[in-house]
């Protein structure tokens, strides 16, 4: 059972290395589509995959083998293998769209918002996690550090002169 999870660390760490390719890069700002990259994706799709894997084996053992200690294994990795389905489901899901100055966001399930620009009351960055936007109706929309044209929602924020500050309350951080 070590074996096995070992495996699926290596997988998890090399394949993002293997699947090195840019998402295609688009200089276009009247039009902007935050979405987590084909790697990402990809990398939780197999995740998934292998996770489901491990569980049918973990079943059959268990099921067959009337192995009780293979059943804290399935307990665990049925819980890994529903946090990857949630994970790919968003990784998938999750884009925010602008344009004409409107944030279009879609969540988990594909349930599609729409926000103003100049509606942001406030927009707070975290270096290692993203912008976290705050509209004066109270809504929150978060653009994820790790979405394509991640940089560019700072570029939209100061075309609207809307001021990003960082976690700490300092306005417009500097570099990280």
């Given at each position: 059972m070590f074996s096995t999870v070992v495996t699926v660390c290596l997988i998890s760490i090399i394949l993002p290395l293997i699947l090195k390719s840019e998402d295609e890069?688009?200089?276009?700002y009247d039009r902007v589509l935050f979405k987590f990259s084909k790697k990402i994706r990809l990398t939780m799709l197999i995740s998934t995959i292998i996770f489901?894997?491990?569980?049918?084996?973990?079943?059959?053992?268990?099921?067959?083998?009337?192995?009780?200690?293979?059943?804290?294994?399935l307990v665990i990795f049925s819980m890994f293998t529903l946090l990857s389905s949630i994970l790919y489901i968003l990784t998938r899901n999750k884009k925010i769209l602008y344009t004409n100055d409107k944030l279009y966001?879609?969540?988990?399930?594909?349930?599609?918002?729409?926000?103003?620009?100049?509606?942001?009351?406030?927009?707070?960055?975290?270096?290692?996690?993203?912008?976290?936007?705050?509209?004066?109706?109270?809504?929150k929309l978060k653009v994820d550090i790790q979405m394509t044209n991640y940089s560019k929602i700072k570029e939209i924020l100061e075309k609207n002169n809307i001021i990003y500050k960082d976690k700490h309350?300092?306005?417009?951080p500097k570099g990280w």
């Open positions: 890069k688009d200089d276009n489901i894997i491990i569980l049918v084996f973990a079943t059959i053992t268990v099921v067959f083998n009337n192995d009780k200690s293979a059943l804290s294994a966001a879609y969540n988990i399930l594909g349930k599609k918002s729409s926000f103003n620009v100049s509606d942001i009351k406030e927009a707070i960055e975290n270096p290692s996690d993203g912008m976290k936007l705050i509209f004066k109706d109270g809504r309350g300092n306005d417009v």
